[in-house]
T-cell receptor, first 113, second 110 residues
Framework: SAVISQKPSRDICQRGTSLTIQCQVD?????MFWYRQQPGQSLTLIAT?????????ESGFVIDKFPISRPNLTFSTLTVSNMSPEDSSIYLC??????????FGPGTRLLVL | QQPVQSPQAVILREGEDAVINCSSS?????VHWYRQKHGEAPVFLMI?????EQKGHEKISASFNEKKQQSSLYLTASQLSYSGTYFC???????????FGKGTRLSVIA
């Protein structure tokens, strides 16, 4: 199974600012995803991070608000821009491993004041 | 479309059994089951591919009925460690991101 790390693990931010979350995988993976999980809720896919091209965003999520980078097969970043309290959530990086299993990172807990 | 899970929550005493269901309105390529404990990331339990096979360990298993677009997770002789929220994630085609249900909160008490 893939070992995934995320930085930061948690942060408290002021509204109007931006935060960049990093996701590092211990092996090369083709597919990486970013999810959001609001307290007590399910996991909602934000986007698929594509290596060498723009990310593919799900309905309700836009690049200006959640820009994503994927410079290589082991790393990706998600930026939450111009934050508001509604962006308070857990942000999870996920990768597709062997036998089509999807693994999750530990998550980044974000609180926007 | 988001799969529908039932029940939303269940409380068990140690040793009791439970079934969690997951259904979709569209054709499925696979169903994945995860357990998430409070404050932690979801942990992969098992994947079921088209074919209706049942998989799992002795006490946690799952089935996938492709024609009915349904999957069920079976927990037998539950232990305290089984407590958490169980999510099913469905995949409509290979190598696409999962769409998750709203989760079933399972509490096992002594």
């Amino acid at each position: 199974s893939a070992v995934i790390s995320q930085k930061p693990s948690r942060d408290i931010c002021q509204r109007g600012t931006s935060l960049t979350i990093q996701c590092q995988v211990d092996s090369q993976v083709t597919m990486m995803f970013w999810y959001r999980q609001q307290p007590g809720q399910s996991l909602t896919l934000i986007a698929t991070a594509n290596q060498g091209s723009e990310a593919t965003y799900e309905s309700g999520f836009v690049i200006d608000k959640f820009p994503i980078s994927r410079p290589n097969l082991t790393f990706s970043t998600l930026t939450v821009s111009n934050m508001s309290p509604e962006d308070s959530s857990i942000y999870l990086c996920s990768v597709l491993g062997e036998q089509e299993t999807q693994y999750f990172g530990p998550g980044t807990r974000l609180l926007v004041l | 479309q988001q799969p529908v899970q039932s029940p939303q929550a269940v409380i068990l005493r140690e040793g009791e059994d439970a079934v969690i269901n997951c259904s979709s309105s569209k054709a499925l390529y696979s169903v994945h089951w995860y357990r998430q404990k409070h404050g932690e990331a979801p942990v992969f339990l098992m994947i079921l591919l088209k074919g209706g096979e049942q998989k799992g360990h002795e006490k946690i298993s799952a089935s996938f009925n492709e024609k009915k677009q349904q999957s069920s997770l079976y927990l037998t002789a539950s232990q305290l460690s089984y407590s958490g929220t169980y999510f099913c994630g469905t995949e409509g085609a290979g190598n696409t991101p999962l769409v998750f249900g709203k989760g079933t909160r399972l509490s096992v008490i002594a």
